[in-house]
């Protein structure tokens, strides 16, 4: 009997210590969109902590400061709870090839990940068991200093654009805003300039927030920037271009404004966010007719070469909203954007 509970033992210690390498070569070296159980399971727990008290918080404000530590924390308790794992996992082969007790199992375990070498292996088989473990305890250590410069590079190019928004959007960004400032400044014509920037900037987020999944939760350093605020007005600025100013069509517009949802969607892919797929141009959408001829207005009042068919100009922008509207409003929910016009402005708010 304790012949076979020692081959059961080794055998789940070396599935426990396969799948948290796993894990680490997910969420660390694949270049793709890949979930793990393991990281899943971490981020929930800090996130469930978190929200204790963030129950007490009565403002946005105390919100947002509670909520810059979450993805940093969970970030870092990454890599305790790998070693545990692992840790846990060679514990379990070390008393399956027979070693007398759990306990003098286990100081040989944390001795060899931690390099301690305070326990010393008592045969060859063991001394093998005894480097790989160490090989492992160095090579997580590793991975995650060599992680942390490539995620922070892709946060600052995301932050550059989104501080540089404000310039031409104000603060929060507003879709109407950005036309009237672009118009004031530049004019009309060098939107093209910006909608290319933008389509690059869109291309990068879908690439960096997937294969950096936790990037999503990082938060801007200014508390009312945030990337997915800024996402949404920059779109509603290409949708209202196209649909309802009387200028010469802009391709680049439509490029970007199709970088921009399929970027939200792959992320929202990844979080499993549910959406439609394959919207219908006469889909409901969060932004009311109402509210667009307000924004008409607003344009047209400030000179902007507005298109006399309304009726026409909503349908247009109704039909690229659709694309999309769910994603970008969900978004806004799970990383608690602050509220901007037409995006943050229009989903729940966590008690």
Known sequence: MIILLRVIAFALGALLVFFTLLSAVRTLVTPRAISDRITDITFGLIRAILNIPLRLATTYQSRDQILTYYAPIALLALLPVWLLLVTLGYMAIFWGLGIDSWYEAFLLSGSSLLTLGFARAENLIQLGLVYSEATIGLLLIALLIAYLPTMYAAFQRRESAVTLLEVRAGNPPSAVEMLLRFNRIHGLSRLNETWKTWEEWFVDLQESHTSLAMLVFFRSPQPSHSWITAAGAVLDAAALTLSSLDIPHDFQADLCLRAGYLALRNI????????????????????????????????????????????????????????????????????????????????????
Request: proline share 7%.
């Open 268 to 351: 929202a892919d990844f979080f499993k966010v549910a959406y439609n797929p394959n919207p219908s141009a006469g889909d409901p959408i969060s932004i009311a007719r109402e509210e667009f001829d307000a924004a008409l207005d607003q344009l047209a009042s400030q000179d902007l070469p507005v298109k006399f068919n309304r009726d026409q100009a909503w349908r247009d922008y109704a039909g690229w909203r659709v694309n999309y509207d769910q994603v970008l409003l969900a978004l806004a929910e799970l990383t608690e954007a602050p509220e901007a016009p037409w995006s943050s402005d229009r989903v729940s708010k966590a008690n």
